[in-house]
């Protein structure tokens, strides 16, 4: 079982919707958890981190579930340049300053 | 945010060459560096943590002598892929750490593409 899953996509989807991903991780002595955003052959970008109580940076929100080892990242009213593929990141307990990424789930936003 | 670079970009080489890419942190100083590598549709993998004045830990199934990793001060980490292989051809990202109030992150270069013939 891969450390940190995501669903591959893609998701392709219309300008102003709304679109959710999930992410699940192996590793209970998990410590932090991100969300990075990754434009076709560039570097990721860190979108934001994912605290206990749930957080939300303008259209994007993300949520933690410690119990069933679970993130997710809302985005509402995409736009077109929302497209990229978004990258789950996990830092675990004893690791360091190490980080676990995902495969990714790719987002296709269309007019 | 912080910025690194990465050089070169992109880089052809024969097999049996070597290439060596340099990871640099522009506006902040890195005793850590990360260096990872990224096949089509996967994800990012972590090959070894460069520290500045001691030795890379490495990743297990991670070559230590063909990957060599150099961090000889707080600004640079460079990788050297010696004797390339067509398998070798790869994303290659570097990171590096950079303390903060609100704790540690790690900046991403910009990667550098390379393709061994």
């Known amino acids: 079982r891969k450390e940190v899953e995501q669903d591959p996509g893609p998701f392709n989807v219309p300008e102003g919707a709304t679109v959710a991903f999930n992410c699940t991780y192996s590793n209970s002595a998990s410590q932090s958890f991100f969300w990075y955003r990754q434009d076709c052959r560039k570097e990721p970008k860190l979108l934001m981190s994912?605290?206990?109580s749930g957080n939300e940076d303008g259209r994007f929100t993300a949520q933690l579930n410690r119990a069933s080892q679970y993130i997710s990242l809302l985005i509402r009213d995409s736009k077109l340049s929302d497209s990229a593929t978004y990258l789950c990141v996990v830092k675990f307990t004893g690791g360091g300053n190490k980080l676990t990424f995902g495969t990714g789930t790719q987002l296709k936003v269309e007019l | 945010g912080a910025v690194v670079s990465q050089h070169p970009s992109r880089v052809i080489c024969k097999s049996g060459t070597s290439v060596k890419i340099e990871c640099r942190s522009l506006d902040f100083q890195a005793t850590t560096m990360f260096w990872y590598r990224q096949f089509p549709k996967q994800s990012l993998m972590l090959m070894a943590t460069?520290?500045?004045?001691?030795?890379?830990?490495?990743e297990q199934g991670v070559e230590k002598d063909k990957f060599l990793i150099n961090h000889a001060s707080l600004t640079l980490s460079t990788l050297t892929v010696t004797s390339a292989h067509p398998e070798d051809s790869s994303f290659y990202i570097c990171s590096a750490l950079s303390g903060g109030a609100w704790g540690e992150t790690q900046y991403f270069g910009p990667g550098t593409r390379l393709l061994v013939l």
């Open positions: 460069s520290n500045e004045g001691s030795k890379a830990t490495y």
């Open positions: 994912v605290y206990s």
